[in-house]
């Protein structure tokens, strides 16, 4: 897995407990794989089709520095399917685990579209 961007929880991410909102957390996720969905599929017309069960296996206070990482899962014919772990940049401590995210390409109605990728094609980042 390979992590690609970071956060900073700050005040406006907090939830009544004084730690990070999941709502928050999730939107952010939700973002860095539709970008990272875009740029393997060389397409802005991706939509979140699918998103797994979440796993919340620890809490973010204010002032901790998540890191968002993205894994490959599989490509097919319209879609594109990741993992994601987010953790605490300094201590490495998991936040949140997802196993299967699955964005799909569309057209301008929004129906769904080839994407002509394949393994061979998508520019994987070997770990």
């Given at each position: 897995?390979?992590?690609?961007?970071?956060?900073?929880?700050?005040?406006?991410?907090?939830?009544?407990?004084?730690?990070?909102?999941?709502?928050?957390?999730?939107?952010?996720?939700?973002?860095?794989?539709?970008?990272?969905?875009?740029?393997?599929?060389?397409?802005?017309?991706?939509?979140?089709?699918?998103?797994?069960?979440?796993?919340?296996?620890?809490?973010a206070k204010q002032g901790d520095v998540i890191e968002i990482g993205i894994g490959f899962n599989k490509i097919g014919t319209t879609s594109i399917s990741f993992s994601c772990e987010v953790r605490n940049l300094f201590t490495k401590e998991?936040?949140?685990?997802?196993?299967?995210?699955?964005?799909?390409?569309?057209?301008?109605?929004?129906?769904?579209?080839?994407?002509?990728?394949?393994?061979?094609?998508?520019?994987?980042?070997?770990?």
């Amino acid at each position: 897995m390979k992590f690609y961007s970071r956060k900073l929880i700050k005040p406006g991410d907090l939830n009544a407990r004084n730690t990070l909102f999941g709502g928050a957390l999730l939107r952010w996720i939700d973002e860095e794989a539709g970008i990272y969905a875009m740029t393997k599929l060389n397409s802005k017309h991706v939509v979140t089709k699918y998103i797994s069960e979440i796993n919340f296996v620890n809490s973010a206070k204010q002032g901790d520095v998540i890191e968002i990482g993205i894994g490959f899962n599989k490509i097919g014919t319209t879609s594109i399917s990741f993992s994601c772990e987010v953790r605490n940049l300094f201590t490495k401590e998991v936040i949140i685990k997802i196993e299967n995210i699955v964005f799909v390409n569309v057209d301008e109605e929004g129906k769904s579209k080839a994407h002509g990728k394949n393994l061979d094609n998508l520019n994987l980042v070997k770990n």
